[in-house]
Structure formats: structure tokens, C-alpha cells
């Protein structure tokens, strides 16, 4: 089993660069860039569609052979505006130059040139909570299933006040059996604020055969290629994370663990 946790690389330019080969798995791939003012960033998609996400700060891209503009608006992550993301199709390129300091998170997946390339957000994004008591969380979805957007990818922003848990009660979706249940592979690219924080992510089977508990840092991403992968921020420190995932088929469909699905029926 390839390392799950893993750590930038850096603090300047391309500090992550998940590939599914380097993930040791077949659909998502992850890279964040963390540029300066006139910093470029800048790829070829190939056989992959990506949906570029304006983390914070701003940048002017231009994708697809067209200009998008500045885009980004939020220059901190925490203030929890909805974000300013771009998807972009297979066999096409993109370039985004920092206006100001930036971080640049691209999620891939296999792309099938069913979608043309289209801004996502601000407009249409709502934070949403979920959940009950310390189990309750904030999302940003920015290209779930309801949105027709994306021929593979599933993406979506989440803010964990300090004190909750995350991901929560623990579930996977890990085995291609639709309706009941669909495999997608799973990313978590981590923020913490105050920014010196930690925060605490599970990834199990039921069977034992895999669980690692990981202490995560700001700009860590956590690979989840398959089991139960529940997350927790210590008091005083709230957590983000950016969710990235896709398998054989682009809806989510998972089951809860059978020793906490009592709190998912409590709190229905």
C-alpha cells in the first residue's frame, strides 16, 4: 500500500504532484501550486479532464483557448467565500499567472470530451451545513453529481469547526456495486487555522487489513484508496479540506461502518 499521508514539498511552486500511478490506484490525481505574484502554472490536461480551484488568492488563466480573466476572490481560505474554479477539458491546455500570493489546487480524472470547459462558482456555490452537534461541518460542493458538469470528477470543499469531527460517522465507498454502493478513489488536501494546527485522519477496512491514523499539517493531502476515513480537528483549530473524487462511475454512493451506523439513524 502506497504512503497515504503526503507532504508538500515545498512552499513555492508545485509542492504536490499526485499522479494514479504515484497513488498506486486507476482515476484521481491531485497537484496544488502555492505561486507568488507573477508566478505561471501551467499544463496540458491529455487524457484528463481537471477542474482548477482558486484556494485563495487570485490569478489570471486562460484554458481551453480562451481567456477566463482574473479569477479568485477569497484571499483567505477561511474566510469561507465560495470559491472561483474553472474546469477544463481533456486534450486541451491551461496557464494561470499569480496576480496575487496564490495557492492553485488541480484535481484530475480520466475525461471523455463530454464537457465543455465553464467556470464554477462563485455563482451557484452555497455553504451548506451537515450533520448534528460536534459532527457538524460546512460544505462548499463545487462539482458534485447534481451538477452536470464533469465526465469523471467529484469535487467539494469542507470547513470542520474546532472541536468536530469530519467525514463522519466513519464511511467508505469502496466497491463498484451500484445502486448500493460506488468505488471511488479520494484525495484530502488539508488546511488548519490558526495555520500551526494539526488535525487527525483515520483511514480503515472493517477487516483490519488496512488503518493508519495520520497527524495532519496545513497542505498535507491524504490518499484514501479505499476503507472508512473519518477526520477530527482539536479545539482551537478549525480544518479545511478540498475533496477530490472519481472512479468507474461519477455518482457517490457508500455505506456507513456497521459499529457507528447507529449515529447516522439517531440523527436521520
Known amino acids: 500500500m502506497p504512503n497515504l499521508l503526503r507532504h508538500p514539498t515545498g512552499t513555492r511552486g508545485k509542492v504536490h504532484a499526485i499522479t494514479p500511478e504515484s497513488a498506486g490506484w486507476g482515476y484521481v490525481g491531485f497537484s496544488l501550486y502555492r505561486l507568488e505574484p507573477g508566478d505561471v502554472a501551467a499544463e496540458k490536461t491529455g487524457d484528463c479532464e481537471v477542474i482548477l480551484v482558486l484556494v485563495e488568492g487570485k490569478a489570471t488563466v486562460q484554458a481551453a483557448g480562451q481567456d477566463w480573466g482574473e479569477m479568485g476572490d477569497r484571499m483567505d481560505v477561511f474566510e469561507k467565500t465560495p470559491p472561483h474554479c474553472l474546469y477544463v477539458p481533456n486534450g486541451s491546455d491551461w496557464r ?84 448500493r454502493m460506488t468505488y471511488l478513489e479520494e484525495t484530502y488536501y488539508h488546511r488548519l487555522n490558526p495555520g500551526q494546527g494539526f488535525g487527525i485522519q483515520r483511514v480503515y477496512t472493517e477487516d483490519g487489513s488496512l488503518d493508519e491514523t495520520m497527524s495532519v499539517k496545513s497542505h498535507d493531502v491524504v490518499l484514501v484508496p479505499k476503507g472508512h476515513h473519518p477526520c477530527g480537528a482539536p479545539y482551537g483549530y478549525e480544518m479545511y479540506y478540498l475533496n477530490v473524487m472519481a472512479g468507474p462511475l461519477r455518482t457517490w454512493r457508500f455505506q456507513n461502518d456497521p459499529d457507528h451506523d447507529w449515529i447516522a439513524q439517531r440523527d436521520a
Not at 484535481?107 to 450533520?131: E, N, Q, V
Not at 462539482?143 to 470547513?159: K, P
Open 96 to 179: 494561470a499567472v499569480a496576480t496575487t500570493p496564490c495557492t492553485l489546487a488541480v484535481c484530475a480524472a480520466p475525461g471523455k470530451a463530454g464537457h465543455p470547459a465553464r467556470r464554477l462558482g462563485p455563482d451557484g456555490i452555497t455553504l451548506t451545513p451537515r450533520g448534528k452537534g460536534t459532527n457538524t461541518r460546512h460544505i462548499n460542493n463545487i462539482a458534485m453529481e447534481a451538477l452536470d458538469v464533469a465526465d469523471s470528477l467529484l469535487v467539494t470543499e469542507v470547513f470542520t469547526p474546532a472541536g468536530h469531527w469530519s467525514s463522519y460517522p466513519s464511511h467508505r465507498h469502496d466497491e463498484d456495486d451500484f445502486p
